[in-house]
DNA sequence: GTTCAAATTATCGTATACAAAAATAAGATG
DNA sequence: CATCTTATTTTTGTATACGATAATTTGAAC
C-alpha cells in the first residue's frame, strides 16, 4: 500500500461512494475535498483522474467532477459481464491448469471450508477471494485476469454485503467444488458454465443486496 | 475532443506508443515530455495517470513511468478477450435488438459494401466500426458496450493494418452477413459464435500482423 | 584496485500561485 | 417587472516552487 496521499484521497472517496454517503450525482469539489482529506488540490486532482478513469466519475470540462454511483442497472449490467468473464477464466483455466495451480486451488477451498466451519464470514470472504485468484492465475491470460480482477474489485463492496446473506455461504462453497472438478477433469464448458451461475446467483439476488444498500443509503 | 494540454499530452503518447516511436521499457521523464509537448509537468503527470490507468504505462513509486508496449502474447491476450466481450454483445443483441436497430445495422453494413465496391480501406474501416458499434449499442447492456469499445479502441491502430491485409476486407463482409442473419433470427448461439470467429481470424493472422509492427519499430 | 560510506544530484510528489473560463450576481434599460 | 448586459466571483486548468526520497557520484579506507 502506497503512503501518497494521492491514493488515500482516492481510496477514501472510493469508500464513501461504495458506502453511499457521497450520493449519486454529487458535486467532487476539488477545494472541499482538499480540506477534508487535509491535503493540496494537486493529489485531490489526481485521485479524480483515476476515479473517472474507473468509471466512479464523470468529468464535464470546466464544470468539475461528479459522483457516478452505479445504479442498479449498471450494476445488473456489470454482473452479466462479469459472469461472463468468470467463465472464461475457468473454461481456459480447465485447458491450462497446472497440477500445483490445482494443489493450490484445492488448499484455498479448504480454507473457505474452515471459515464457514467457524462461521466468520470475513475470512470466508479473503478465501473467497484467493480462491477466484488462483482461476484467474491458471488461465494464463494475464490481461483477462487483470480486467477480470478490476471487475471483481469494483463489485467488490457489494459483493461482501451479498456473502453476509443467509444460506449464501455453504453453497458458495457448493459451487466452488463444482467448479474445481470441473477445471481438474479438464471439461472447459461445464467449467464455463458453473462459473458463470456462481456469479449470476449473486447477480439474481439482487431484491436482497439492494435491501442493505438502501439502508446504507 | 478537448483543447486540454492533458489530453493532448495522453493521446500523443498513446500514438507514440503504438506507431513504436517510444519502445518498450523507456522511460517517460516527466520534465523532458514537458518540453517536448511545450507545456509544464502538471498535464504530463495527469497524462502519464491516464496512461497507467489503461494499462500503456506502469509506474513504480519514487522511480517514474515506463513504456509498457503490448508485447506479442499481450495482443493474442487482449484478442482473446475481444472475442469473447464482441461475442457476448452479438449474443445479447440477437435477443434485445429493435427492427429500427436492425436496419441501421443492415444500411451500415451496406456502407462497407460500398467501401469495398471502392476499394477505400479506410471508408471500409469506418463503417465497420459503425457496424460494431450498432451491435454494441443493441446489445442493451451499456456497461459491456463501452468496455468492448475500449478495447477495440485499444487495439485500434493495429487493427487498422489487419484490414489491409489482401482479401481481408471481402471476407470480413461476409462475415458480417452471417452475424446479421444470425441476430435477425434471434439466434443467439450463432451470433456468438460467429462474431467470436470474426474476432479470432484476425486475431489467428497474427504474423501478418507482426510483420507490419516490425516494420514500425 | 576494490569497496563502502557520505555528499551531491536528480527526480518524484505535493503545495502554492496564477490565468482563463464559466457560473453567478448586479445593474441598467425597455 | 422582466430581461439583457456587464461586472464579480468562483472554479477549473496550468505553471512554478519547494521538500523529500531515491539514484549517483565522489572520496576515503583497506
Redesign the interface.
Known sequence: M?H?AATKVFQGIEEEIATGQLKDGEKLDEASLAERFQVSR?PV??AL??LV??GLATQI?KRGCFVKAPSFR?MI??F??MS??EG?CAR?AARRISSQQIDRLKRTNQGCETAIASGDSDLYYDFNVDFHECIYEACG????A??TRQLRRRLQSFRRLQLRVRGRMPQSLEEHHAIIEAIEAGDADTADEVSRQHVMIQGERFNDLLSHIDQMR
Chains 1, 2 share one sequence.
Not at 141 to 144: D, G, I, K, R, V
Open positions: 502506497s501518497r494537486t486532482r489526481e483522474l483515476q478513469g474507473s470540462p449498471d449490467e456489470m452479466e459481464v461472463e468473464l472464461l481456459l491470460n494475464s490481461f483477462l487483470q480486467e
